[in-house]
């Protein structure tokens, strides 16, 4: 009966800040990918998609810091009802209280360990390879009659008329990717497209087939009935084609603009170990091999907020929920940042990889065990 009771008193709260923080991530996301996802050519459709594959890693990311708020705030609501002293009274003592946190603790560490394993590298990838679409259709997309264009790097893009996006009229191109021999390209007619057409290919970009993944992919765009001018140490030239595919490298402008990069959350700790055993020396494999155990370490901090939150709320004076939310701060900043010190000394070789991503949960579980003791041998703070 009382570990229901408490259950309820912590679940509550910590279902409620997890869908706060995830909400509040979801529009810093959006406010930062502003140039991305408010682009000409994005549908609601993309919108969505986005959201869903982003979804996984916001929850990863705010379940933890959740957990330890709702922890406090559970208790603290205890505390301030004069309940815990009433228990108490009753000769309950405060270890009865520890089942219902672990027992919260060891689902959210089971939830992030689903998470890491599978849903949150694959949507991490999966939003990537999204953007990088969405980009390349705003950069067709945002092309104006009229405009000189210079998004793409060393190219200038400049139309006379669009009939539709990726559709133009009256091209010309002034490409400069090799400073030494600058190309100028003037053509009737233009499109983009997914294809390669029969005919001469220029750039520095090979070209792409249909059915592979074409994130990164050059944009590929279809000349015809047009002249090319190339300026060389020996003199001009002059080359007129019926049609011509030019390969436009969009790489730096996808790097750019695209706000969804979380490089080491991409992968699952199995493929960072496969990583660092694949490193060409041990300085690139232990960098690595400290990201795959700080992932796993990052799993397991909701057992290590549990039994250092329990003592925390069971020893809070009535004080309002503010002291809680600060003590929340405060135990996760701490987490943190014992957790890029060990980090950097196993980055460093001065500490193993595994206890270098452990470190923080071994700090906590120590301090929380120490908590915990002092607190099951004394009396709840009235």
Do not use: C
């Amino acid at each position: 009966m009382i570990h229901r009771y408490v259950l309820r008193e912590i679940a509550l709260p910590v279902l409620a800040w997890l869908g706060l923080l995830v909400t509040l991530m979801w529009t810093m996301a959006v406010l930062k990918g502003t140039d991305v996802l408010l682009g000409s050519e994005v549908t609601a459709w993309d919108f969505a998609r986005i959201s869903f594959y982003l979804l996984p890693h916001f929850i990863a990311q705010a379940a933890p810091v959740a957990f330890l708020l709702g922890l406090l705030i559970g208790f603290g609501r205890l505390s301030e009802d004069k309940e815990l002293v009433a228990l108490q009274s009753f000769g309950l003592a405060p270890r009865k209280l520890w089942g219902a946190p672990l027992l919260v603790a060891a689902a959210m560490s089971a939830l992030l360990t689903a998470l890491a394993f599978g849903p949150q590298p694959h949507g991490l990838q999966a939003a990537q390879r999204l953007a990088a679409e969405i980009i390349k259709r705003n950069l067709v997309g945002d092309v104006k009659p009229g405009v000189f264009h210079h998004q793409l790097a060393h190219v200038t893009l400049y139309v006379e008329r669009v009939t539709a996006p990726g559709q133009w009229g009256n091209v010309l191109i002034y490409d400069e990717r090799t400073p030494a021999t600058p190309v100028l390209l003037l053509a009737k007619a233009g499109r983009v497209t997914d294809a390669l057409d029969e005919g001469a290919a220029f750039g520095r970009q090979g070209p792409h087939r249909v059915g592979e993944d074409t994130a990164g992919a050059p944009l590929t765009l279809v000349l015809e009935d047009g002249a090319l001018y190339r300026t060389t140490e020996a003199g001009d030239a002059k080359v007129g084609f019926a049609s011509a595919t030019l390969a436009l490298g969009v790489e730096e402008a996808v790097w750019q603009k695209n706000r969804f990069r979380a490089v080491r959350d991409e992968l699952t700790p199995f493929e960072m170990l496969e990583a660092a055993g694949q490193a060409d020396s041990p300085a690139n494999a232990k960098p690595m091999a400290v990201a795959a155990h700080w992932k796993l370490g990052q799993v397991l901090m909701p057992v290590s907020f549990a039994l250092l939150g329990v003592p925390l709320g069971l020893r809070r004076r009535t004080s309002g929920r503010a002291r809680g939310a600060i003590l929340t701060l405060a135990g996760y900043a701490a987490f943190y940042v014992v957790a890029q010190v060990s980090t950097s000394f196993g980055d460093r070789g001065l500490l193993a990889p595994v206890l270098a991503g452990q470190a923080p949960n071994l700090l906590f579980l120590a301090f929380g065990l120490i908590a915990l003791a002092v607190t099951d041998r004394g009396r709840l703070l009235r």
